[in-house]
């Protein structure tokens, strides 16, 4: 073997090198976004509990977003903690809606009113919000969801 075909072995090798470890990167960075949540350090309450029959349930949600992350729905359900043989009454009807669109590692503030339903009556609840997400992170788009549980509802007359 010539000098020259020597140093082409050693460029091709260190070219292949740095292209396998620049996929092992990527690949790495992609399994861990799409294992990872959307929201962190999560806060999410009932802010006008107790809420009158007939009134809006306002929620308050604060948290950390990690990805670039577009909502592509939002549905919820309540369940009776007093009656837990009840079927599930959907929280489906948005009354207000209020998205502060932070870039992500910034908390977010994000709050949401939905419509009570028809035949809600009075008692405790466990509220359910499930929300629907196209993510971004780096060159990775991914679809992902997030549910929010146990948040505590007091409806009263």
Same mark, same amino acid.
Request: proline share 4%.
């Given at each position: 073997?010539?000098?020259?075909?020597?140093?082409?072995?050693?460029?091709?090798?260190?070219?292949?090198?740095?292209?396998?470890?620049?996929?092992?990167?990527?690949?790495?960075?992609?399994?861990?976004?799409?294992?990872?949540?959307?929201?962190?350090?999560?806060?999410?309450?009932?802010?006008?509990?107790?809420? +009158?029959?007939?009134?809006?349930?306002?929620?308050?949600?604060?948290?950390?977003?990690?990805?670039?992350?577009? +909502?592509?729905?939002?549905?919820?359900?309540? +369940?009776?903690?007093?009656?837990?043989?009840?079927?599930?009454?959907?929280?489906?009807?948005?009354?207000?809606?209020?998205?502060?669109?932070?870039?992500?590692?910034?908390?977010?503030?994000?709050?949401?009113?939905?419509?009570?339903?028809?035949?809600?009556?009075?008692?405790?609840?466990?509220?359910?919000?499930?929300? +629907?997400?196209?993510?971004?992170?780096?060159?990775?788009?991914?679809?992902?969801?997030?549910?929010?549980?146990?948040?505590?509802?007091?409806?009263?007359?």
């Amino acid at each position: 073997m010539n000098k020259q075909t020597k140093l082409r072995h050693v460029v091709l090798s260190m070219i292949m090198a740095m292209f396998s470890v620049v996929g092992i990167f990527f690949m790495a960075t992609y399994m861990n976004f799409s294992k990872t949540s959307v929201f962190h350090n999560e806060n999410v309450s009932v802010t006008n509990n107790p809420v +009158s029959v007939g009134e809006p349930i306002q929620i308050s949600l604060s948290s950390v977003k990690r990805f670039q992350c577009g +909502s592509t729905s939002v549905r919820g359900y309540a +369940s009776s903690i007093n009656e837990p043989e009840r079927s599930p009454i959907g929280l489906n009807v948005f009354v207000e809606r209020y998205t502060s669109n932070m870039e992500p590692g910034h908390k977010v503030l994000n709050s949401w009113s939905f419509k009570m339903p028809e035949g809600m009556t009075p008692g405790e609840y466990r509220i359910t919000v499930e929300g +629907s997400f196209d993510c971004q992170f780096l060159v990775f788009e991914e679809k992902k969801s997030h549910v929010l549980r146990d948040i505590y509802l007091v409806v009263v007359e």
